[in-house]
């Protein structure tokens, strides 16, 4: 795309680089060596997570480069930059979880400050692990400049002795060691080849359900989110993505013409169909936020039921997003579930065309067993279900991929802890029983602050071998990873008198997947007698931002958001 057929009089960028008044603005661009020239055409924002945290965001550096150099083949000026990520694996387990989900908040605010101060007329943002990918996405929306997203890539699965392996093997590995299935050595061996290369983890877990849903919306160029990491392949979709923007800024194809109620159905769609992360069902309502959209917990749930579980995928199948890139990727995937009617056709994407256009192209494969046929699913249902109840009116989550039906209900006494630790020591001396229900209250958004995910809890369990014996529910958060009867979301949560945090030891807590209830076995009456008498309590965050988050902080039911939304706005950055 010709920049000089650009009218740079409506871009943002205008305001720091036109006209006499802005002589001062130029020379600290002429400073960084850019050219008269370059200054003169768009300027493009190339936003990455890049840290050395985790192996997620370690090559989004270099895929900027290549980013990068699109953009200047396309006649725009790109001006990279970076914030930060909070990777779950690490902090996983301890307090560092604390500041996985408040991680996606400041990714979007900072990538808004940074392209407001600086007056960058389209995004280009490319980010690698849970949080950073739909923290990136809500960026692009709040601001509706011209956008495209990337995602850094999956990492390659490891082999531990001729089985194909990944990290949630390890966390429940973790459980086999504490009671005598696994030596030291063995552990060792483990957790030296469960993470072979670059890029986020393997399975359908959070990242990897969210650059699939990065593709569904619409916000991806296709194939883009399904290419791993360490593959070279990954810096032509880069490349392409640069020169894209460029066509995008020409064209006035924004963000919120893209996302949409149809598109974040799309979305929806996929994370069912491939059994993807119960968190999809936190970002998308977040995602739908920034665009003044209604679309909460109740509807990405009413989506889940209608949607056919049709992805094999771990960790309640078998293959990993490599595997599924290799037989036809996200394009494939999509294909099926829009030819039976279970997609939008019409949702315009970051190509310029719409999704059945972009998918017309696409065959089917019948030399894999990846993806199955959308009217010849794994499961009728989705993989993800939603659940409401006494215990849970403003809703609950679970993933039931990979569950066998029988094993879609519980009823059991209720064993309560209020943190994760508590209960990840009963869990980790054997001190529970076999048809309880383990409850984690008090780790909501507000009352965590945070809503911690508890994988190192669930993968425990599964080491132990009672992962289908018992089932745990929690105001918090589950990984990706997490497998087996393991509700997330409890709403409203503990900290502000939800039921979680009425019940008591004991209780009869009833669970239906099947058909989307959770009760606890008390009347009204009772319940609302428990809740006069429940006080509140401090959290520990009362100073940093852990705090400032607690304060803004709503609930989970609409995506744990922070500030308004595009429903407030009286104009977007890109009309500024």
């Given at each position: 795309?010709?920049?000089?057929?650009?009218?740079?009089?409506?871009?943002?960028?205008?305001?720091?680089?036109?006209?006499?008044?802005?002589?001062?603005?130029?020379?600290y661009?002429?400073?960084m060596?850019?050219?008269?020239?370059?200054?003169?055409?768009?300027?493009?924002?190339?936003?990455?997570?890049?840290?050395?945290?985790?192996?997620?965001?370690?090559s989004?550096?270099?895929?900027?480069?290549?980013?990068?150099k699109?953009?200047?083949?396309?006649?725009?000026?790109?001006?990279?930059?970076?914030?930060?990520?909070?990777?779950?694996?690490?902090?996983?387990?301890?307090?560092?979880?604390?500041?996985?989900?408040p991680?996606?908040?400041?990714?979007?605010?900072?990538v808004?400050?940074?392209?407001?101060?600086?007056?960058?007329?389209?995004?280009?943002?490319?980010?690698?692990?849970?949080?950073?990918?739909?923290?990136?996405?809500?960026?692009?929306?709040?601001?509706?400049?011209?956008?495209?997203?990337i995602?850094?890539?999956?990492?390659?699965?490891?082999?531990?002795?001729?089985?194909?392996?990944?990290?949630q093997?390890?966390?429940?590995?973790?459980?086999?060691?504490?009671?005598?299935?696994?030596?030291?050595?063995?552990?060792?061996?483990?957790?030296?080849?469960a993470c072979?290369?670059?890029g986020?983890?393997?399975?359908?877990?959070?990242?990897?359900?969210?650059a699939?849903?990065?593709?569904?919306?619409?916000?991806?160029?296709?194939?883009?989110?399904?290419?791993?990491a360490?593959?070279?392949?990954?810096?032509?979709?880069?490349?392409?993505?640069?020169?894209?923007?460029?066509?995008?800024?020409?064209?006035?194809?924004?963000p919120?013409?893209?996302v949409?109620?149809?598109?974040?159905?799309?979305?929806?769609?996929?994370?069912?169909?491939?059994?993807?992360?119960?968190?999809?069902?936190?970002?998308?309502?977040?995602?739908?936020?920034?665009?003044?959209?209604?679309?909460?917990?109740?509807?990405?749930?009413?989506?889940?039921?209608?949607?056919?579980?049709?992805?094999?995928?771990?960790?309640?199948?078998?293959?990993?997003?490599?595997?599924?890139?290799?037989?036809?990727?996200?394009?494939?995937?999509?294909?099926?579930?829009?030819?039976?009617?279970?997609?939008?056709?019409?949702?315009?994407?970051?190509?310029?065309?719409?999704?059945?256009?972009?998918?017309?192209?696409?065959?089917?494969?019948?030399?894999?067993?990846?993806?199955?046929?959308?009217?010849?699913?794994?499961?009728?249902?989705?993989?993800?279900?939603?659940?409401?109840?006494?215990?849970?009116?403003?809703?609950?989550?679970?993933?039931?991929?990979?569950?066998?039906?029988?094993?879609?209900?519980?009823?059991?006494?209720?064993?309560?802890?209020?943190?994760?630790?508590?209960c990840?020591?009963?869990?980790?001396?054997?001190?529970?029983?076999?048809?309880?229900?383990?409850?984690?209250?008090?780790?909501?958004?507000?009352?965590?602050?945070?809503?911690?995910?508890?994988?190192?809890?669930?993968?425990?369990?599964?080491?132990?071998?009672?992962?289908?014996?018992?089932?745990?529910?929690?105001?918090?958060?589950?990984?990706?990873?997490?497998?087996?009867?393991?509700?997330?979301?409890?709403?409203?949560?503990?900290?502000?008198?939800?039921?979680?945090?009425?019940?008591?030891?004991?209780?009869?807590?009833?669970?239906?997947?099947?058909n989307?209830?959770?009760?606890?076995?008390?009347?009204?009456?009772?319940?609302?007698?428990?809740?006069?008498?429940?006080?509140?309590?401090?959290?520990?965050?009362?100073?940093?931002?852990?705090?400032?988050?607690?304060?803004?902080?709503g609930?989970?039911?609409?995506?744990?958001?922070?500030?308004?939304g595009?429903?407030?706005?009286?104009?977007?950055?890109?009309?500024v």
């Amino acid at each position: 795309m010709d920049a000089r057929l650009i009218d740079k009089s409506k871009l943002p960028s205008r305001h720091v680089t036109v006209g006499p008044a802005r002589a001062p603005h130029r020379s600290y661009l002429y400073a960084m060596g850019l050219t008269k020239e370059q200054i003169a055409q768009p300027l493009v924002g190339v936003a990455t997570c890049w840290n050395e945290a985790a192996p997620c965001n370690i090559s989004l550096m270099r895929q900027a480069q290549a980013v990068k150099k699109g953009v200047a083949a396309a006649n725009g000026t790109p001006r990279e930059f970076c914030t930060i990520t909070v990777t779950d694996g690490i902090a996983m387990g301890h307090q560092g979880m604390k500041a996985s989900l408040p991680s996606r908040e400041v990714i979007a605010d900072s990538v808004e400050l940074t392209m407001r101060g600086h007056s960058y007329d389209a995004l280009v943002g490319m980010a690698g692990c849970d949080k950073s990918l739909p923290g990136m996405m809500m960026a692009m929306v709040r601001l509706n400049v011209p956008s495209i997203f990337i995602y850094g890539g999956s990492i390659l699965p490891g082999s531990f002795r001729g089985r194909q392996v990944t990290v949630q093997d390890l966390f429940e590995a973790v459980g086999k060691y504490s009671v005598g299935e696994m030596s030291d050595e063995d552990l060792t061996e483990l957790e030296q080849v469960a993470c072979p290369s670059a890029g986020a983890c393997g399975a359908q877990f959070t990242a990897n359900t969210m650059a699939t849903v990065s593709e569904a919306i619409g916000l991806a160029l296709p194939y883009s989110a399904g290419a791993p990491a360490p593959y070279e392949i990954r810096d032509r979709f880069c490349a392409a993505a640069g020169e894209q923007i460029m066509d995008l800024i020409a064209r006035n194809i924004r963000p919120r013409d893209i996302v949409t109620r149809k598109s974040l159905e799309n979305a929806a769609v996929v994370v069912a169909a491939s059994g993807g992360s119960t968190n999809a069902a936190l970002h998308l309502p977040a995602i739908a936020h920034e665009a003044g959209i209604k679309f909460d917990l109740f509807d990405v749930a009413e989506i889940f039921k209608r949607t056919p579980y049709i992805a094999d995928l771990k960790p309640g199948g078998r293959y990993v997003a490599k595997d599924l890139f290799e037989v036809g990727g996200i394009p494939l995937l999509m294909k099926t579930l829009l030819d039976h009617g279970f997609m939008h056709g019409d949702c315009m994407t970051v190509t310029g065309r719409t999704m059945a256009e972009n998918l017309a192209s696409v065959k089917w494969n019948d030399e894999q067993d990846v993806v199955y046929p959308a009217n010849n699913p794994i499961t009728p249902t989705g993989g993800v279900v939603g659940l409401k109840g006494n215990l849970a009116p403003e809703g609950a989550i679970v993933k039931v991929a990979g569950m066998a039906p029988e094993k879609q209900t519980f009823r059991g006494p209720a064993r309560c802890f209020d943190g994760e630790e508590a209960c990840f020591e009963a869990v980790s001396k054997r001190e529970y029983k076999e048809g309880e229900v383990l409850v984690i209250r008090y780790e909501g958004p507000r009352g965590g602050p945070g809503m911690r995910e508890m994988l190192s809890t669930t993968a425990a369990l599964y080491g132990q071998g009672m992962g289908d014996k018992v089932a745990l529910i929690t105001d918090g958060r589950f990984s990706g990873a997490t497998r087996g009867f393991c509700i997330g979301h409890v709403g409203p949560e503990a900290a502000t008198g939800g039921p979680i945090g009425l019940i008591r030891d004991g209780d009869i807590i009833a669970i239906d997947a099947i058909n989307g209830t959770i009760d606890v076995e008390l009347s009204d009456e009772e319940l609302a007698q428990r809740r006069a008498e429940w006080k509140p309590r401090e959290t520990s965050a009362t100073s940093g931002y852990l705090w400032k988050y607690a304060q803004t902080v709503g609930p989970a039911r609409d995506g744990a958001v922070t500030h308004p939304g595009g429903a407030a706005e009286k104009e977007t950055y890109a009309d500024v």
